[in-house]
C-alpha cells in the first residue's frame, strides 16, 4: 500500500540553526513527493515538489528537499531557521490512482 | 489572482442536521479536491472533481458526497451529521500541469463544529 511517514510529531531548532522534517514515503513506481506547511487557522500552502529529475529540489520560503531513492526519503531542509518557520509541516505522495496520500505531520518550533 | 475560497469559514450544526459547504477553485483552476482535517486522523482525502466529474473517491461513508458545477465551483455535502464529523474541511483546486501531477493550491477551510 501507498504510505506516507513522518516519524517526529515535534521538532524544537533554535532560530538560525539548520533545521531537517523527515519524510519516507511508500509507493510503487516512480514517487510524486509534495511538502506543504499550515500555518495556525489556515490552509495548507504549497512549498515544493518532486517529479523527477534533480534530486534537490528548492522551494518557497528557502525550504529544499533532498530525493533519496535508495531511503525512500525525501526530507525537508533550510540552512538557517527562523522564528516564523513555526508551523505544521506535511510531507505527501501521490499514489497511481492520483489520490493524495498525506503524512501526520511534524510541528516545527523554532525558538528564539 | 484570487485564490481558493471556502464559505463558510466557521459553522456549527448539531447531530442528525445536513450541512453543505461551498469552494471556488482558482480562475482556471478544473479540478478541485476536498480533505477532512481532525487532530486524531490528519489529513484525509475525500473526493476529487475535474469537469463536473468525481474522479476519485476516499474511503468515508455515503453520508459525504460533493459536486462540482459547470464553473468548476464546487460543494459537498455532509448528511445525518455525527460528533465526529466536527473537523476542518479544506478543499484545494489543481493547476494545469505541464509534466507530471500537479500543485494543489488550498483554501482557508471551513471549521464544522457538530453538537
Known amino acids: 500500500a501507498q504510505s506516507v511517514a513522518q516519524p517526529e510529531d515535534q521538532v524544537n531548532v533554535a532560530e538560525g540553526n539548520p533545521l531537517t522534517v523527515k519524510c519516507t514515503y511508500s509507493v510503487s513506481g516512480n514517487p510524486y513527493l509534495f511538502w506543504y506547511v499550515q500555518y495556525p487557522n489556515r490552509g495548507l500552502q504549497f512549498l515544493l515538489k518532486?517529479?523527477?529529475?534533480?534530486?534537490l529540489v528548492k522551494g518557497s520560503y528557502g525550504f529544499e528537499a533532498e530525493f533519496n531513492k535508495s531511503q525512500t526519503s525525501f526530507h525537508l531542509k533550510k540552512p538557517s531557521a527562523l522564528v516564523s518557520d513555526s508551523a505544521l509541516y506535511f510531507c505527501?505522495?501521490?499514489?497511481?490512482?492520483?489520490?493524495?496520500?498525506f503524512g501526520k505531520g511534524t510541528r516545527l518550533h523554532i525558538l528564539p | 489572482k484570487a485564490g481558493v475560497t471556502q464559505t463558510p469559514r466557521y459553522l456549527i450544526k448539531t447531530r442528525g442536521q445536513q450541512v453543505t459547504l461551498s469552494c471556488s477553485p482558482i480562475?482556471?483552476?478544473?479540478?478541485v479536491s476536498w480533505y477532512q482535517q481532525t487532530p486524531g486522523q490528519g489529513l484525509q482525502f475525500l473526493f476529487e472533481y475535474f469537469s463536473e466529474t468525481q474522479r476519485n473517491k476516499g474511503n468515508f461513508p455515503g453520508r459525504f458526497s460533493g459536486r462540482q458545477f459547470s464553473n468548476s465551483r464546487s460543494e459537498m455535502n455532509v448528511s445525518t451529521l455525527e460528533l465526529g464529523d466536527s473537523a476542518l474541511y479544506l478543499c484545494?483546486?489543481?493547476?494545469?500541469?505541464?509534466?507530471?501531477?500537479?500543485?494543489?493550491?488550498f483554501g482557508p477551510g471551513t471549521r464544522l463544529t457538530v453538537l
Open positions: 480562475s482556471g483552476h478544473r479540478s
Open positions: 505527501a505522495v501521490r499514489d497511481r490512482d492520483d489520490k493524495i496520500i
Open positions: 484545494a483546486s489543481t493547476t494545469p500541469g505541464l509534466a507530471g501531477p500537479d500543485t494543489q493550491y
Open positions: 518532486y517529479i523527477t529529475g534533480d534530486n
